[in-house]
């Protein structure tokens, strides 16, 4: 039969690429430009289907010019690494092809997502907690976001929002985008979220979310929700929640910990008290397929207050799909979503694989790494740390010796590094700083992984600097 043939051609090539993935001396990627992409590969569907060997070397050429993001030199992103055990659960999954809506379609699927939900909120703290898989950190967030809303004005649900109500949400002025997208699409708009002052290492100071606060209420706004974020993308920042909750408590608003980059940091005993207050947080988005290494999506939004996921649906009066007759109660009640991709199989069975203690030794090695990494840098005389390290980010530069425009000697650097194939890295601004960003996400890094990246660095920078 055709399509066994073709699956015992393609499991040879997973097999090559997980191999690959090990491989330090393999590129990240083989950059081509757009145009220069089409050349190779043949995009355009034809009339007639292709054949057997055409097939399978499209399989070839999709993971050839894809960037490796397993290879240990990706370091560009927030997520990064081949999660074996994941891979097998997606894989399985995708098999399986079931929808997330009811117990009736998904009756494994279904019971595994509650067990991994009680699981996470246990590490929260949450007693009486609920929670979903979601779409990403940006919908957990836009979730969250929904909730306050429907908390505090609950016929908005029905009637609509009014905006009279001149709704307003605080953020860290260096938080993730989504909370503005989140206000847009609630109808609050995204001038209402308001930014807030951080300090030099990226923390939010608590001081100014008061005085922010206290503004909005004089001006005859009504402050609803305030976000702590527990690392922030660019300083890998934590900010303070405890801090945050007793004025959160103050002011009756709903706090909301965007833990989309760095909340896996609770799985670790040496390294939780980041979170600090986690439990005093009416939700929290916490994402597997950041720094758990679990093949994207994986997302979770959980909340404190079982219920709250319930009241946020106000159209749950179709019978033709919610049946109520198993004694589990069906997930789709609680999702904006109807049909929605199990997220949560994978991660149950990365977490089988590597057990409790398995997956806290991960995270505490991303943190060992990221330490390794500043300490190099701060031993090497040409490299400058540019921020203090807070967590898993470590931003510096190159000062090179001929170039005296700093920035603009960093972002060809990187640019150069990256078209080399040998790492990748991004880089983000500090003020008006230049600064590359090196990103410790995957599990399985190790020292000589650190090594490699900075003597690529520094062999493409003096390559740069005569
Ligand atoms: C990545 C990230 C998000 C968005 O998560 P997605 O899963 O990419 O949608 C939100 N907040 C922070 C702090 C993040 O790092």
Excluded at 245 to 256: F, M, P, R, T, V
Excluded at 258 to 279: A, N, P, Q, V, Y
Excluded at 430 to 453: C, M, P, V, Y
Aim: some cysteine; overall charge neutral; glycine content about 6%.
């Amino acid at each position: 039969m055709k399509e066994i043939e073709i699956l015992s051609g393609a499991f040879e090539k997973i097999k090559a690429y997980i191999t690959d993935n090990q491989n330090n001396s393999k590129p990240v990627v083989q950059f081509r430009s757009p145009a220069q992409l089409k050349e190779v590969i043949n995009f355009t569907v034809g009339e007639k289907g292709v054949s057997e060997n055409e097939f399978l070397e499209l399989l070839d050429k999709y993971l050839e010019y894809s960037v490796k993001t397993g290879n240990k030199q990706f370091l560009n992103q927030l997520y990064s690494g081949f999660n074996f055990p994941a891979f097998i659960g997606e894989v399985f999954t995708v098999l399986a092809n079931t929808s997330m809506y009811t117990y009736e379609v998904a009756p494994v699927a279904t019971t595994i997502e509650t067990e991994m939900i009680s699981l996470m909120n246990s590490y929260a703290g949450y007693s009486d907690g609920d929670g979903i898989f979601v779409s990403g950190g940006s919908n957990a967030n836009l979730v969250a976001m929904f909730s306050a809303r429907n908390r505090i004005l609950p016929e908005s649900r029905f009637e609509g929002y009014d905006r009279n109500q001149k709704l307003v949400a605080f953020v860290n002025e260096q938080a993730h985008y989504s909370f503005e997208t989140a206000a847009n699409v609630l109808g609050i708009g995204a001038k209402n979220v308001v930014k807030v002052k951080s300090d030099k290492n990226g923390k939010l100071i608590p001081a100014e979310l008061e005085l922010e606060i206290t503004n909005a209420i004089k001006r005859g706004e009504k402050p609803f929700f305030v976000a702590a974020t527990c690392a922030t993308t660019l300083l890998g920042a934590y900010d303070p929640i405890d801090e945050m909750a007793e004025i959160c408590k103050k002011y009756n608003i709903w706090l909301h910990a965007d833990g989309s980059f760095g909340g896996s940091i609770i799985l670790s005993e040496k390294h939780r008290h980041l979170m600090k207050g986690i439990e005093q947080t009416d939700s929290f988005a916490w994402n597997p397929h950041k720094l758990m290494n679990i093949p994207l999506i994986c997302s979770a939004l959980l909340v404190k207050k079982r219920g709250t996921l319930q009241h946020n649906i106000t159209d749950i009066n179709t019978d033709y799909i919610f049946h109520d007759i198993d004694t589990i109660e069906d997930l789709g009640k609680k999702s904006i979503q109807c049909g929605r991709k199990v997220d949560a199989v994978k991660l149950w069975f990365a977490w089988k694989y590597f057990g409790l203690e398995g997956y806290q030794k991960r995270i505490d090695n991303l943190i060992d790494m990221a330490t390794y990494a500043e300490k190099i840098i701060n031993e090497q005389s040409k490299l400058e740390l540019l921020s203090e390290r807070q967590s898993f980010a470590v931003c510096f530069r190159y000062v090179p010796d001929k170039e005296s425009d700093l920035n603009k000697f960093n972002l060809e650097l990187r640019e150069s590094l990256r078209k080399s194939g040998k790492s990748i890295v991004n880089y983000g601004y500090i003020g008006k700083t230049l600064a590359i960003r090196l990103i410790t996400a995957n599990g399985e890094l190790q020292k000589s992984d650190i090594d490699l990246f900075f003597s690529n660095v520094l062999s493409e920078a003096k390559k740069l600097d005569n």
